[in-house]
């Protein structure tokens, strides 16, 4: 609970993808990535719930046995439709704001979501990201926006933006919100790193991340790995990150 207003972390994640199938359930030093995000996005101090959203598809079940035994709840809806899924996960857990972390992301930094929670209530903005403008490493991406934003733009959103959830504030209607952008402090400023979990090379790199580092790594332990150790940036050097569109 933040200024009074129930918060929570919503994850989407399925066993389909076009890169790297099942790569929520990979392992990561023992654990699935999927739990891994769960249990960092535990150590923030303003959710008042962590919900992942998956998919109604049984190829999604061992999604909700990860849940069952982590005792996380679990929300189970559109797979084409994501930004429906969102909506009936937040009104389904009753949330004010939600958190949207995406299920590619093990390396999230409670720091940063708690950052970002704090900077939206004080910039009183329908939406708060640190990735409307690339700074921070993709892998540590947050964003912040209230369910009755949500609301709005589920009246609006076509295509695409149906799929990426709020794109549609964003990219093709920024001038109907509020927009708060925060640009990486200096020592995190290095948007040429990745550490997102999309492809067999980006396993590599995180598996390898999380077999060295403490296991209460910050995002500053991994971007101070990763400038000290160089060879370490290129196991992923040449992946291009999808654009939105192309799905």
């Given at each position: 609970?933040?200024?009074?207003?129930?918060?929570?972390?919503?994850?989407?994640?399925?066993?389909?993808?076009?890169?790297?199938?099942?790569?929520?359930?990979?392992?990561?030093?023992?654990?699935?990535?999927?739990?891994?995000?769960?249990?960092?996005?535990?150590?923030?101090?303003?959710?008042?719930?962590?919900?992942?959203?998956?998919?109604?598809?049984?190829?999604?079940?061992?999604?909700?046995?990860?849940?069952?035994?982590?005792?996380?709840?679990?929300?189970?809806?559109?797979?084409?439709?994501?930004?429906?899924?969102?909506?009936?996960?937040?009104?389904?857990?009753?949330?004010?704001?939600?958190?949207?972390?995406?299920?590619?992301?093990?390396?999230?930094?409670?720091?940063?979501?708690?950052?970002?929670?704090?900077?939206?209530?004080?910039?009183?903005?329908?939406?708060?990201?640190?990735?409307?403008?690339?700074?921070?490493?993709?892998?540590?991406?947050?964003?912040?926006?209230?369910?009755?934003?949500?609301?709005?733009?589920?009246?609006?959103?076509?295509?695409?933006?149906?799929?990426?959830?709020?794109?549609?504030?964003?990219?093709?209607?920024?001038?109907?919100?509020?927009?708060?952008?925060?640009?990486?402090?200096?020592?995190?400023?290095?948007?040429?790193?990745?550490?997102?979990?999309?492809?067999?090379?980006?396993?590599?790199?995180?598996?390898?991340?999380?077999?060295?580092?403490?296991?209460?790594?910050?995002?500053?332990?991994?971007?101070?790995?990763?400038?000290?150790?160089?060879?370490?940036?290129?196991i992923n050097a040449d992946i291009k990150q999808k654009h939105y569109e192309e799905g």
């Amino acid at each position: 609970m933040y200024q009074g207003k129930r918060i929570g972390a919503i994850v989407a994640a399925r066993m389909a993808s076009t890169r790297l199938p099942g790569k929520v359930m990979l392992s990561l030093r023992g654990k699935p990535s999927l739990q891994w995000i769960i249990e960092r996005l535990r150590n923030s101090k303003y959710l008042d719930n962590t919900i992942v959203a998956t998919v109604s598809s049984p190829s999604c079940d061992p999604i909700v046995n990860l849940c069952h035994r982590l005792d996380c709840n679990y929300y189970r809806g559109s797979e084409d439709d994501v930004l429906s899924r969102y909506i009936e996960t937040a009104h389904a857990f009753a949330f004010d704001v939600c958190v949207r972390i995406t299920g590619d992301c093990p390396m999230v930094d409670p720091a940063i979501v708690d950052r970002l929670i704090s900077m939206f209530f004080q910039s009183e903005c329908d939406f708060c990201s640190n990735s409307i403008e690339r700074t921070f490493p993709r892998g540590f991406d947050v964003e912040v926006v209230s369910t009755e934003t949500l609301d709005k733009i589920n009246l609006l959103a076509e295509g695409v933006d149906r799929q990426h959830v709020v794109t549609y504030i964003y990219e093709s209607h920024p001038e109907d919100f509020t927009l708060k952008n925060w640009v990486a402090p200096k020592e995190l400023f290095h948007p040429e790193l990745r550490v997102t979990l999309d492809t067999l090379e980006d396993y590599v790199l995180i598996h390898t991340l999380y077999e060295t580092l403490d296991l209460g790594f910050t995002a500053l332990d991994v971007v101070t790995t990763m400038i000290a150790n160089p060879e370490l940036q290129q196991i992923n050097a040449d992946i291009k990150q999808k654009h939105y569109e192309e799905g």
